[in-house]
């Protein structure tokens, strides 16, 4: 295949990511931050990255629109790797910043385009780099599929859950040991709190995040679905409705009949949106189970659109106009460690945020966790921002001011 030759006509999902991410700059960008033990010479970084981009056919991609309605992936020309550049806005769908810390360890900043990559594979890309980094054999000894368009595979649907809402991975099992709320934590000494402009991260501790776990767990919750139902109240105080639509994002990795050629890098996304009741007062235990049921039938329920690209289009500018109300987009991406393999040991403050884009109220909500501790990402836009995280911070720390008894 020569340079710049087209590979694939983007699938309903990556299309409707990328047409979201150029209306609204940013929108759906992913961001993964963390810290390498030790400073690394850039030539080491270097070298480590061109193996990286050569080995991953998905890091040479551009997106061509062609002028009649459609979006097309092809391959990029060649060019030295963009190690150190902060933007992913650009043609190129990726973008690598490294530095120094004071601690004397080496941070990486990873920001990748929606279109090619979701919260369930960040740490499939990740730790490629991380094996061309430290020389370890493994995802990175050879060169990776690109994953196919998803509109042209049998898509399975079934009367068994399979939606991954109502238990996502590494979400609470239920019967666990019951957690009291904590109202010592009023200091937040068992979460630390980063703010960069309009995104807020909550860092929990190992302990926290387990009691948060067992709290869920013993109440058949999900965390996911507890953090959501609290967000979705103050949204719908903040918009003055009484009923706020959710998208969460489902992995379709194992949703399709010909799963064995859905690679895990790539976005490979089914966003299931129902509208939920909320509001103030009431009881949030009972309205998570409500919750988490209604998005488990949403779930259910799905199909793929397979739609045409105009309709792609159109359907992203009337979301960035902010036709069709508020709405809250939830990823739970679940535990980072298997993903990462040996590397797990050797890096720490592994962290990802969605951002969200403009100032459209609503937000985003991402979720995952990385050697037992739960780092809770939120992006909002919109004079809600303030109490959304104040609100999501209690919730995450079970302060007993908010719970009831």
């Not at 959710?246 to 299931?272: D, F, N």
Request: glycine residues 14%.
């Amino acid at each position: 295949m020569s340079r710049g030759e087209r590979v694939r006509r983007l699938g309903d999902t990556e299309a409707a990511f990328a047409y979201a991410h150029a209306l609204v700059p940013g929108s759906g960008r992913l961001t993964t931050t963390f810290t390498v033990n030790g400073v690394l010479a850039p030539e080491r970084i270097e070298r480590a990255v061109e193996t990286w981009v050569r080995r991953l056919p998905l890091l040479s991609l551009r997106i061509e629109d062609t002028g009649d309605g459609g979006l097309w992936f092809r391959q990029g020309a060649p060019g030295p790797p963009p190690v150190h550049e902060r933007e992913v806005d650009g043609e190129r769908l990726w973008a690598l910043s490294v530095g120094r810390t004071p601690a004397g360890t080496t941070r990486f900043s990873l920001a990748l385009h929606p279109a090619i990559c979701d919260g369930y594979s960040v740490g499939r890309l990740v730790r490629p780099l991380l094996d061309a980094l430290f020389g370890t054999p493994g995802s990175c000894s050879g060169e990776q599929e690109l994953p196919p368009d998803l509109d042209g595979l049998t898509y399975q649907g079934g009367a068994a859950c399979g939606c991954g809402v109502c238990m996502p991975s590494g979400s609470p099992r239920r019967g666990r040991r019951d957690a009291t709320p904590c109202a010592g934590d009023r200091d937040g000494r068992a979460g630390r709190v980063d703010r960069a402009g309009d995104v807020v991260t909550l860092a929990l501790d190992a302990r926290a995040s387990r009691r948060l776990r067992d709290w869920c767990g013993t109440r058949q919750l999900t965390v996911s679905g507890f953090l959501t139902t609290v967000l979705a109240d103050a949204l719908a105080r903040a918009s003055g409705r009484t009923e706020v639509t959710v998208a969460t994002a489902v992995s379709l990795r194992r949703s399709y009949a010909e799963r064995t050629l859905i690679t895990e890098q790539g976005c490979v996304l089914g966003m299931v949106r129902a509208a939920l009741r909320a509001g103030p007062g009431g009881d949030p235990v009972g309205a998570a189970r409500a919750n988490t049921a209604a998005l488990c039938a949403a779930g259910r329920a799905w199909r793929p659109e397979r739609r045409a690209h105009t309709a792609v289009r159109r359907a992203a500018e009337r979301a960035a106009a902010g036709e069709g109300g508020v709405e809250l987009r939830v990823i739970d991406a679940g535990s980072l460690d298997t993903a990462l393999g040996p590397h797990a040991g050797r890096i720490t403050g592994l962290r990802t945020v969605a951002a969200h884009g403009g100032t459209r109220l609503g937000g985003t909500l991402h979720l995952s966790s990385f050697k037992g501790a739960l780092t809770v990402a939120l992006a909002a836009g919109g004079p809600w921002a303030a109490v959304a995280e104040r609100e999501l911070t209690d919730a995450a720390l079970l302060r007993s001011a908010l719970l009831p008894v």
